[in-house]
């Protein structure tokens, strides 16, 4: 009986640390739940207006079908998430509660996934051009060689085929990244922010109509993203915490890089995450990471040219540009490019956290796809903001924002900083 009684004890404290918050933990005032508001509402509204264009605003068993109640069942939710588990006050539920939460909206959203991509998968080439892709690297063949089975070219840069490698390799296509990137980035976020944090981020990132659209159809823009928080935030840590194993923060700076050569649209983020190392660690620390990063980068988006010029630059390349400038606005790319990369330097001024490195990056991304949008003024606004080009890339800034959202911002270590000397100083 007393062995019986030992093993649900430590079951029960395996069970409560799993489901612990991290220390120091986030917790959201009035601007994050109007951040979060705007994020589900900017990642609703836009999809219904796209669906309804091809007429198919039914066929996702959508929750709501009209543009008021989606904003109100986007506001419910953000106060939801605000009052029950980044509230500091009491009506913050406890850590085991939130667990089983967090659990069901994971599984959600992977079943979600697997339940219609079916049906939705085989009206996309997203996956086909990964695997076509993956698949030529493999014959060590020029990867723009080929066109996916619509006839497009193929827009991933060599990165996105090298992370669609292993799944190629182990089961000759891309149907589980999908499900392996939502539970690890559901695992990592558990660990490295604690369960509230988590199930919110996954709550922001399960619940939108975007991702229940998006990941349906094997849309690989928000893996980008998550891509690039993972390493980047790997790459970060280890510098901060073992700064001797120069070896591992080298290794996975050239994942970092891999990252960034997915698509070119994730090349701005750098600058804020720059920002931060040099802030945090120095330009000597920093340039270990951020050296090897350049490296792969630099080698990736240039070696396609020495394989086959022509094919790389009517892919990747001419897709990027035509993105950025398929409008009857004169220097469209010029003013995108522009409006982008002042929102990322002005955003990054302010940079003080991980945090604070992906809220730049989801406002950078976010500017990037409204600047788009309003060079198609003469579609309308609603037909303007739920093109193709906007809606596709809305999981990047969607990713960034709800990760930026569950980490601890400057204010929150700060704060927790003054409580453990506060309590040095009583325990004296």
Not at 160 to 189: D, E, K, M, R, Y
Not at 403 to 418: E, G, K, M, Y
């Amino acid at each position: 009986m007393t062995k019986v009684t030992t093993a649900i004890e430590h079951l029960r404290a395996a069970f409560a640390d799993l489901f612990a918050d991290r220390v120091p933990a986030r917790t959201w005032r009035l601007p994050e739940f109007l951040a979060c508001t705007v994020m589900l509402v900017a990642s609703t509204v836009p999809i219904i207006w796209f669906l309804r264009n091809l007429h198919l605003e039914n066929e996702l068993a959508m929750v709501t079908t009209t543009i008021k109640s989606a904003i109100i069942v986007s506001f419910l939710l953000a106060a939801l998430i605000w009052l029950l588990l980044m509230s500091p006050t009491r009506l913050r539920l406890p850590g085991p509660v939130v667990g089983l939460l967090f659990i069901e909206v994971v599984i959600f959203t992977v079943a979600w996934y697997a339940w219609y991509v079916p049906k939705w998968g085989p009206w996309s080439d997203n996956a086909d051009a990964l695997e076509r892709g993956a698949t030529q690297i493999l014959r060590l063949s020029d990867p723009y060689a080929v066109v996916t089975k619509f006839g497009g070219t193929l827009s991933p840069m060599l990165g996105g085929f090298l992370l669609a490698l292993p799944f190629v390799v182990l089961f000759g296509n891309v149907f589980f990244q999908t499900i392996v990137w939502v539970l690890g980035g559901a695992i990592a976020l558990l660990k490295s922010v604690g369960v509230h944090g988590a199930c919110a981020a996954s709550m922001i990132f399960g619940l939108t109509l975007w991702t229940r659209l998006a990941t349906p159809s094997q849309s690989d823009n928000w893996i980008t993203a998550a891509g690039v928080v993972a390493t980047a935030g790997w790459g970060y840590l280890v510098t901060r915490k073992h700064p001797e194993r120069r070896w591992l923060i080298i290794a996975v700076g050239a994942l970092y890089g891999c990252c960034l050569t997915y698509r070119f649209i994730m090349w701005p983020t750098v600058l804020p995450l720059l920002v931060l190392f040099v802030r945090t660690f120095k330009w000597r620390r920093t340039l270990v990471f951020m050296v090897p990063a350049a490296v792969v980068t630099v080698g990736l988006t240039l070696l396609p040219l020495a394989i086959n010029a022509k094919n790389y630059l009517n892919g990747p390349v001419a897709m990027g540009l035509i993105k950025a400038t398929r409008s009857s606005v004169p220097f469209s790319g010029v003013i995108v490019s522009t409006i982008t990369i002042a929102t990322f330097a002005l955003a990054s001024a302010r940079v003080r956290s991980l945090s604070g490195v992906w809220g730049a990056s989801a406002l950078g991304m976010a500017a990037m796809l409204l600047s788009v949008a309003a060079t198609k003024y003469e579609l309308g606004f609603t037909t303007a903001v739920s093109t193709y080009d906007t809606v596709a890339f809305t999981g990047t800034w969607l990713v960034f924002g709800a990760v930026s959202l569950a980490l601890p911002t400057a204010r929150d270590i700060a704060n927790h900083q003054s409580a453990r000397r506060a309590a040095g100083l009583r325990g004296r």
